[in-house]
């Protein structure tokens, strides 16, 4: 089934954010950002931005009537800086006029003197200074310590992973209506209207039950809108609440980059040991994750990385130390796998240097190190692992051992190119880590001419959560797709709802929509019975007719309605799901935290070009479990542009700030995401589908954040191009592999 | 005004869409339709970097007048594709593609070329190129229909669309823009309207872009004179450039995207002085003197002598560069233009290099060196260029080349790279150069490791 929005998109009638048809007086607003990345303001004069042309009101901390708070795990991070700027981009006031442009050319005029205080962009720095954001957390199982002095083989390094931009192609935006009565209807590009509900609430000083949050659907998100729409929503919604005008404000690419965190760039140190048979015996880590100026999601990004610093290997024995530092950058935040590409990074980055080291392909010590089921987790989860079973279809339908074969060829053959090969499996827990998250409800009516509308707390951003959404109901209805509808996500139909993030949107809201299309089935199914007399075992529902065991009998869906809707039986059922059997101790470390894990293998060829610097992936071919998807077309394209995303991240996706913690690469033409010539030649997917029992919707594993992590891939591959070409040349691990990192290693001597 | 604007809040069409205002992403797409030497053509362009002003007497389309009552062949091949997915990027992607079924220009390239202004950032484009290939096919069983016609045949655009002719025509005769005297000239708008957004929706503007002299493109014996007025795409297009530079093509292809293509002018990547302007790299090496024309009065310059200081040119407000011109390489002489950025297409150079050799049995007779990203403003090298008077190629010469070149430059360390790598990639370059243009010696150029 194609996604439900395919023929709106195309015709570009879809609405999204900037498309909503504006209320007459509705006002502009526009953040005014903080020059500075870190000091302390003196004065603030916002006289001269008054008097232009247009200018309704400028607000500042001073007009926040409840609290000057939006911190989502922590509460560090004000709305509007009160005596103090801690980033570049931390908005100070928020200036109201009758137009955008009026807006904008007043923000110019606001004058703002602030005394500098140091800035930090270094995490290691941050975390020696004791500027962290959390206390820091260690994962351990077995002794790492004692573990080393049987290994055969030791390495240490150090690995560096760079931030990434999330840059969704519609920015950031919001706009708030005034209702009676002290309302405020909020739409906002955010992936977790609840979080905008809360926070506009408490600002306000009023109460949830005031605030409505409408979404209808994002064009991007990424993990970028899940804590980071709340600002700007808040924003609108203070301003029309105060003003009783509706207010909207929709970023400009720079604003976004620059007020907005990204993915977190860490900085790590490892230290992996092998016995004389390659198994890894042992792993120590240390991840110095950079947050940013506030809390935003980072201690669960953080927490994330822990969970996944093993990727997809057993490793009896590690021990795994993160912190969270506090510096003077946009706070980071969710970026599709959420920490764990970081830690993943990390690990391969372990078995690189040691495999360099022994002189062996690492895929060797990947393949022998993979996670079996039955084996522990670091923290404590028995796996029910598919790592070796993608991994060894990977192998037998690809041929790799001819890929590599090939590869080496070609590099006895060529000076002028060099190509390298990489095997990515990857591993990947579903579920909210904190576990109470882990919950959806769905609201299903029927209506009396037999359509069906469906409201959930999932938010669509192209993942098409509400094809598979309308497919749940269409199943179990026994229904055409067509008469079934879902509507905006709202807080006042759905409440209490976890952002649409983790993976998870599709299990969880698809399991709610399961229950209460199945309470509503049951209800009809008695219906049913009663007017055909027939037992209730015996009545079924196929394509919108009743059928008795296999025979057809007259009665039809709408007529079946209708007859409930006469017996005064209801046509509505709000259901509610809890994912069962997670738990999670973080007193101990340990638990079970992840419903399932996400297998999967990527084997990367690319062709360094040794004059120049450039390069071209070649092929990337995937072997992913899927265990039974119920959309292949949709989940092919999540795999196929995760991937990509994933990437982007590894190759020339550079984020660049200057000491100041002035962000450089703030625009499309200095930040470079894939275009349609560098993704790789051929991406091949091969969905591994098994009969495994599992806690999924319909069995059909989440596959949202997964595939991001095969671009990891990638480095490692052009990193085996550039040691082709100078294997004597002293390559550290530092993510992404710009043309300049690749030309500067090609041509780098050896220091010694 | 900007154009997108126009389109968005005056005219209430929202299917086009903002996503960088800065023609990086072309989510605001359009089909621009203009009477050109004659001839209706239609081609792609970003809303976002043109003027109200350039709509002038011409056919603009968005995703709104290419839909009809079911879906085109195009929607229907990313529809079946799987080819959207948060669909923010969909309309332009769907409006470029229409534009290539709609173009008549052979030259420019394959239906995926037409789409490489357009990014996306959910699908990992796999789906997207699928897409594109259905309609390849079917654009390749066009023969001898024009473009339009065979477009709306196939259902790509509406019926409307064949009495467009008919009505551009009409305005031709009838309307003439107005300026004031103090307007500045605005070429094609792709810098301008990115480094100086506000200001520019502001300004007022004339638009040389509307006079058809300064659109052509000729050849005097072996000189070629350009108006001023000529975009990047016209070159591409051209006969007389396609047949004295062979490379054209690729090194077309590593400027801008297509889009941007269609509406930046060679003048303006002149003006702008970009230290690292691929054209002006491009015609340092060829030595093209430019005329500059002011309310009747002529002057003419050489290109080399135009580039000042950082962002300083020889050229008075109110000037206008109506022509260039330059000697076109013989059979025997050789040009090659590399380019080497962040992401290989789309994107701005972190280095870019040009030579221009004169030839005669087998002995550089004269050169023409240059390169951009090394210097405050885009670099002829003289000292290089002379050292390769009445030389034959060589390695030894190479490296003495690269040698001389390292000499002449003064990069500094920016978002597009430090200081030791332009310096290594320049280098790099030169000697890609030697590759490329002597191609039988090319193992020698090998740098030993």
Not at chain 1, 243 to 265: A, C, I, N, W
Not at chain 1, 610 to 617: A, K, V
């Amino acid at each position: 089934m194609q996604h439900i929005d395919t023929k709106s998109h195309l015709r570009g009638e879809s609405l999204y954010l900037d498309d909503i048809p504006m209320v007459r007086g509705t006002l502009f607003g526009v953040v005014y950002p903080s020059p500075v990345a870190h000091g302390r303001i003196r004065s603030l004069q916002l006289d001269d931005a008054l008097a232009m042309p247009g200018v309704v009101r400028i607000l500042t901390y001073k007009d926040i009537p409840g609290r000057n708070q939006i911190g989502g795990i922590v509460p560090d991070e004000p709305l509007m800086a009160e005596h103090e700027v801690h980033f570049h981009g931390m908005p100070i006031a928020f200036v109201v006029a009758e137009t955008d442009e009026q807006a904008r050319a007043a923000i110019k005029k606001i004058q703002v003197d602030i005394e500098p205080l140091p800035v930090i962009t270094d995490p290691r720095q941050a975390k020696a200074l004791g500027n962290l954001i959390v206390p820091p957390r260690t994962f351990k199982i077995g002794d790492s310590t004692g573990a080393f002095k049987n290994c055969a083989y030791i390495a240490s390094g150090r690995a560096d992973s760079n931030g990434q931009e999330h840059l969704y192609i519609e920015t950031q935006g919001a706009y708030a209506l005034p209702l009676e009565g002290g309302q405020v209807r909020v739409y906002s590009s955010t992936q977790g209207p609840t979080a905008v509900q809360r926070h506009a609430a408490d600002v306000l000083g009023i109460s949830m039950s005031q605030v409505e949050v409408d979404v209808k659907r994002l064009g991007g998100g990424f993990g970028g809108k899940e804590d980071q729409a709340t600002a700007w929503a808040v924003f609108c919604a203070l301003a029309a609440y105060l003003l009783q005008k509706p207010v909207k404000y929709s970023l400009h690419r720079m604003e976004d980059m620059r007020m907005t965190g990204k993915r977190h760039p860490y900085s790590s140190d490892f230290t992996i040991g092998l016995d004389k048979d390659l198994n890894i015996l042992a792993y120590e880590v240390c991840f110095y994750q950079n947050a940013g100026a506030s809390a935003d999601l980072s201690p669960a990004v953080m927490e994330r990385t822990l969970f996944h610093c093993t990727n997809s290997y057993y490793i009896p024995n590690v021990t795994a130390t993160a912190y969270s530092c506090r510096t003077n950058l946009p706070p980071n935040t969710a970026f599709r796998g959420f920490g764990g590409p970081q830690g993943m990074f990390v690990i391969e980055s372990a078995i690189a240097q040691i495999a360099e080291q022994i002189g062996v392909h690492p895929s060797r010590i990947q393949e022998k190190n993979l996670i079996r089921t039955g084996h522990e987790f670091p923290y404590g989860q028995i796996a029910q692992s598919q790592a070796p079973a993608c991994w060894d279809k990977a192998c037998r339908h690809f041929d790799a051992k001819r890929m590599m074969e090939e590869v080496a060829q070609f590099n006895r053959n060529n000076v002028l190119c060099k190509k390298g090969i990489s095997f990515m499996p990857i591993c990947f827990g579903i579920s909210f880590t904190k576990t109470l998250m882990n919950q959806a409800r769905a609201l299903v009516h029927i209506y009396t001419d037999g359509s069906v509308n469906i409201s959930t707390g999932a938010v669509e951003m192209g993942q098409g959560v509400s094809t598979k959404l309308i497919q749940v109901a269409a199943s179990v209805f026994s229904l055409p797709a067509e008469q079934i509808r879902i509507n905006s996500t709202n807080t006042y139909r759905i409440a209490n709802t976890s952002p649409s993030a983790a993976s998870a949107t599709a299990d969880l809201n698809g399991k709610a929509v399961e229950l209460a299309c199945n309470a509503l089935k049951g209800r009809l199914t008695d219906m049913a019975s009663r007017i055909l007399q027939k037992d209730i075992s015996s009545i079924h529902f196929r394509g919108g007719q009743v059928y008795v065991h296999d025979a057809a009998t007259e009665l039809n869906w709408k007529g079946l309605v209708q007859a409930a809707y006469v017996n005064r039986i209801s046509l509505s059922e709000h259901a509610h799901y809890a994912t069962p059997d997670i738990h999670f101790d973080s007193s101990i470390e340990k638990g079970h935290p992840f419903a399932y894990h996400v297998y999967g293998t990527a084997i990367t060829t690319v062709t360094v070009d040794t004059i120049r610097g450039t390069y071209q992936i070649d092929a990337v071919k995937i072997v992913h479990d899927t265990a039974s998807s119920m959309n292949r077309m949709i989940d092919k394209g999540q795999i196929e542009g995760g991937l990509v995303q994933g990437i982007g991240w590894m190759t020339m996706e550079e984020i660049v700030f200057d000491q100041e913690g002035r962000l450089r690469s703030n625009a499309l033409s200095t930040y470079k995401v894939p275009d349609i010539y560098s993704v790789p030649g051929i991406i091949d997917v091969e969905f591994h589908e098994t009969d495994e029992d599992n806690l999924a919707i319909f069995r059909s594993k989440a596959v949202g954040e997964p595939p991001l992590m095969y671009g990891i891939g990638t480095y490692f591959a052009l990193r085996m191009a550039l040691k082709a070409f100078n294997p004597s040349g002293e390559i550290g691990f530092d993510a992404p592999m710009t043309p300049e990192k690749m030309l500067m290693g090609l041509y780098q001597k050896k220091s010694s | 005004m900007a154009l997108l604007d126009f389109i968005r809040y005056e005219k209430n069409l929202t299917g086009t869409k903002i996503g960088c205002r800065e023609g990086d992403c072309g989510a605001c797409s359009i089909l621009v339709g203009e009477w050109v030497q004659g001839k209706l053509r239609y081609q792609s362009a970003t809303s976002c970097l043109m003027a109200l002003g350039h709509a002038h007497r011409k056919h603009i389309v968005t995703i709104e007048g290419i839909n009809s009552d079911n879906l085109t062949p195009v929607q229907k091949a990313f529809a079946e594709e799987g080819a959207t997915q948060c669909g923010f990027c969909t309309p332009g992607f769907v409006v470029s593609l229409t534009g290539y079924c709609v173009s008549d220009n052979v030259n420019d390239g394959s239906a995926i070329d037409a789409i490489n202004g357009n990014i996306c950032r959910c699908t990992g484009y796999k789906s997207i190129q699928r897409a594109a290939q259905q309609v390849q096919t079917v654009m390749d069983t066009r023969n001898q229909e024009s473009a339009v016609s065979f477009a709306v045949h196939h259902g790509m655009v509406p019926d409307y669309f064949l009495s467009i002719p008919e009505r551009l025509a009409a305005l031709q005769e009838s309307h003439t823009l107005q300026t004031s005297d103090d307007a500045r000239i605005l070429g094609g708008g792709t810098d301008l309207f990115v480094q100086q957004h506000d200001q520019m929706t502001e300004a007022s503007w004339q638009f040389p872009g509307h006079q058809d002299a300064l659109r052509l493109i000729r050849k005097e014996g072996d000189i070629c004179v350009m108006g001023g007025a000529v975009t990047v795409s016209d070159i591409a297009a051209s006969e007389i450039f396609r047949y004295h530079f062979p490379g054209l093509d690729r090194y077309i292809k590593l400027v801008s995207s297509t889009p941007i293509r269609h509406m930046a002018t060679i003048a303006g990547n002149f003006t702008n002085a970009s230290p690292i302007g691929d054209f002006s790299i491009f015609f340092l090496a060829l030595d093209a003197r430019l005329t500059l024309s002011k309310q009747g009065r002529q002057r003419e310059l050489p290109l080399r002598a135009f580039f000042r200081d950082y962002k300083l040119i020889d050229k008075d407000p109110g000037e206008i560069i109506t022509e260039i011109r330059f000697r076109l390489p013989s059979a025997d002489d050789r040009f090659h233009f590399e380019k080497v950025s962040k992401r290989t297409h789309l994107d701005i150079a972190s280095v870019n290099a040009a030579i221009s050799l004169r030839m005669s049995g087998g002995m550089i007779l004269e050169a023409g060196v240059s390169a951009g990203g090394v210097a405050p403003v885009p670099a002829f090298l003289p000292k290089s260029s002379a050292l390769l008077a009445n030389q034959y190629p060589s390695p030894e010469l190479l490296e003495t080349m690269i040698g001389s070149v390292q000499s002449e430059i003064r990069p500094i360390s920016d978002a597009r790279g430090s200081v030791e790598y332009k310096r290594l990639l320049l280098s790099q370059l030169i000697r890609a150069h030697f590759m490329e243009l002597f191609p039988g010696m090319a193992p020698s150029f090998i740098p030993t490791h």
